[in-house]
């Protein structure tokens, strides 16, 4: 079992920046991918980031430019930085742990229990 709590999020202004965690506890040896969703009022939950093991990153174009995803491995800590925030980053952002088998099949998925991300314009 692993663990995920998130931490950061908030408000922020127009063109403001914001930087989430997501801290791992648990059998954390066996995830090989992690990444950030997030989920607006009314809208299906989407990919926004995501990181692989060995560094290999992705990123949805509506973010790319903007946000970096990054993990601390020795800390088994996931981050999120947003900079240029807008008004439709406004979301809960959740982030996503997967163990993943040596054939690309999900075994085990986690979620965080999300943190809200309100931008103003």
């Known amino acids: 079992q692993v663990q995920l709590v998130q931490s950061g999020g908030g408000k922020v202004q127009t063109g403001g920046s914001l930087t989430l965690s997501c801290a791992a506890s648990g059998s954390t040896f066996s995830i090989n991918h992690m990444a950030w969703y997030r989920q607006a009022p009314g809208k299906q939950r989407e990919l926004v980031a995501d990181i692989t093991s060995g560094g290999t990153t992705y990123y949805a174009e509506s973010v790319k430019g903007r946000f970096t995803i990054s993990r601390d491995n020795a800390k088994n800590t996931l981050y999120l930085q947003m900079n240029s925030l807008k008004p439709t980053d406004t979301a809960v952002y959740y982030c996503?742990?997967?163990?993943?088998?040596?054939?690309?099949?999900?075994?085990?998925?986690?979620w965080g229990q999300g943190t809200q991300v309100t931008v103003s314009a």
């Open positions: 996503k742990a997967t163990h993943y088998s040596d054939y690309d099949v999900p075994l085990e998925t986690y």
